[in-house]
């Protein structure tokens, strides 16, 4: 009987807590429809916001952190590309060829024949150290003004040309172009072919009278050559980078009477050593047509014959100075024509 009545007392709890239970779930509220699109349209501004964030992040990202990285990596490969450049001369030079024009001097004595041959020789001559350059005339140690009269001395204008080619990142500039003069003397021909090229000369960039105690870069006189008194770096600007090659032309004017050795060296900002440009391994040489009264012992000039059955060009000889001048390219008799 006991044992039956605790049965039926336990039961009840169980029987009791069960409908306390239910009840609570049933009062349990639902949500309404507009509560449901509410939290729709939170959920949605939710996912807007992800999305425009995922956007906007890196660009944040770029423009106040990225970029600053990038800047600083760009200034210091710059910075190291400086310091490789100022380690080095900025700049080489390529693509050397002389023009030397038809005068032409000998040493040993040369036969009428012989200085014809050579004179005829045109490729022989262009590239020849035995060439001189185009004549100019002098006036008392200066040169002659354009139309002067005066004319009793001849200098040579030689021309030269070459390329610089850049080597360096940044731009390298060039603050000065001079001519050095490693030696000088006097110079003296035996045997002197004098020929006057016809036309213009070529058209040089700057030019040196190597005659002068100036011998920096010059401009030089339209179509002429021949250096003036302005200095070249004056008026123009020259920048090299090591995609830039730049051609240049120079000529070199040497004073009557003068064989002149010599190199050019070229400065560049910031750089303490110089470019210096030499034919090859050796200076530079030019010579000039002697003075007018060291004769060679012959000088020998082209002309035209003007009564041989075909017109034709032959040389002979003359004195030197005045009367090479006078007969250089002019009309002949061949009668008059000297035999050696």
Same mark, same amino acid.
């Given at each position: 009987?006991?044992?039956?009545?605790?049965?039926?007392?336990?039961?009840?709890?169980?029987?009791?807590?069960?409908?306390?239970?239910?009840?609570?779930?049933?009062?349990?509220?639902? +949500?309404?429809?507009?509560?449901?699109?509410?939290?729709?349209?939170?959920?949605?501004?939710?996912?807007?916001?992800? +999305?425009?964030?995922?956007?906007? *992040?890196?660009?944040? #990202?770029?423009?106040?952190?990225?970029?600053?990285?990038?800047?600083?990596?760009?200034?210091?490969?710059?910075?190291?590309?400086? +310091?490789?450049?100022?380690?080095?001369?900025? *700049?080489?030079?390529?693509?050397i060829g002389w023009q030397r024009y038809f005068s032409r001097y000998f040493i040993n004595n040369e036969s009428k024949e012989q200085v014809e041959a050579a004179s005829r020789n045109y490729i022989q001559i262009?590239?020849?150290?035995?060439?001189?350059?185009?004549?100019?005339?002098?006036?008392?140690?200066?040169?002659?003004?354009?139309?002067?009269?005066?004319?009793?001395?001849?200098?040579?204008?030689?021309?030269?040309?070459?390329?610089?080619?850049?080597?360096?990142?940044?731009?390298?500039?060039?603050?000065?172009?001079? +001519?050095?003069?490693?030696?000088?003397?006097?110079?003296?021909?035996?045997?002197?072919?004098? *020929?006057?090229?016809?036309?213009?000369?070529?058209?040089?960039?700057?030019?040196?009278?190597?005659?002068?105690t100036d011998l920096e870069a010059r401009e030089t006189a339209d179509y002429s050559g021949i250096p003036t008194d302005v200095h070249h770096l004056v008026?123009?600007?020259?920048?090299?980078?090591?995609?830039?090659?730049?051609?240049?032309?120079?000529?070199?004017?040497?004073?009557?009477?003068?064989?002149?050795?010599?190199?050019?060296?070229?400065?560049?900002?910031?750089?303490?050593?110089?470019?210096?440009?030499?034919?090859?391994?050796?200076?530079?040489?030019?010579?000039?047509?002697?003075?007018?009264?060291?004769?060679?012992?012959?000088? #020998?000039?082209?002309?035209?014959?003007?009564?041989?059955?075909?017109?034709?060009?032959?040389?002979?000889?003359?004195?030197? #100075?005045?009367?090479?001048?006078?007969?250089?390219?002019?009309?002949?008799?061949?009668?008059?024509?000297?035999?050696?």
């Amino acid at each position: 009987m006991n044992s039956s009545h605790e049965r039926f007392i336990k039961y009840r709890k169980y029987w009791k807590s069960s409908r306390r239970t239910t009840r609570s779930r049933r009062q349990i509220p639902k +949500a309404s429809p507009q509560h449901k699109k509410d939290l729709s349209n939170i959920f949605g501004f939710a996912q807007i916001i992800i +999305a425009i964030m995922s956007i906007v *992040a890196p660009i944040i #990202y770029s423009v106040f952190f990225s970029g600053s990285t990038e800047i600083a990596n760009i200034e210091k490969i710059e910075e190291h590309n400086k +310091a490789q450049d100022l380690k080095s001369i900025p *700049a080489e030079v390529v693509d050397i060829g002389w023009q030397r024009y038809f005068s032409r001097y000998f040493i040993n004595n040369e036969s009428k024949e012989q200085v014809e041959a050579a004179s005829r020789n045109y490729i022989q001559i262009s590239g020849d150290e035995y060439n001189i350059g185009k004549p100019i005339s002098y006036c008392d140690n200066e040169v002659s003004s354009p139309g002067a009269d005066c004319n009793n001395e001849s200098g040579a204008l030689t021309y030269y040309s070459f390329s610089l080619k850049g080597k360096t990142k940044n731009p390298a500039v060039v603050t000065e172009i001079s +001519a050095v003069i490693d030696k000088t003397e006097d110079f003296y021909p035996e045997v002197l072919y004098f *020929a006057y090229p016809q036309g213009s000369g070529e058209n040089a960039l700057f030019g040196f009278d190597l005659g002068s105690t100036d011998l920096e870069a010059r401009e030089t006189a339209d179509y002429s050559g021949i250096p003036t008194d302005v200095h070249h770096l004056v008026k123009n600007h020259i920048s090299l980078t090591e995609k830039d090659v730049v051609p240049i032309t120079t000529s070199f004017l040497a004073p009557p009477g003068k064989r002149i050795e010599f190199h050019l060296e070229i400065f560049f900002e910031n750089h303490a050593n110089p470019l210096v440009i030499k034919d090859g391994s050796k200076p530079f040489s030019v010579v000039s047509y002697p003075y007018a009264n060291e004769k060679p012992a012959r000088t #020998y000039v082209p002309v035209n014959v003007v009564d041989a059955e075909e017109k034709s060009v032959n040389i002979t000889q003359c004195q030197w #100075y005045s009367q090479c001048l006078q007969m250089v390219h002019g009309n002949i008799k061949k009668a008059d024509i000297s035999n050696d």
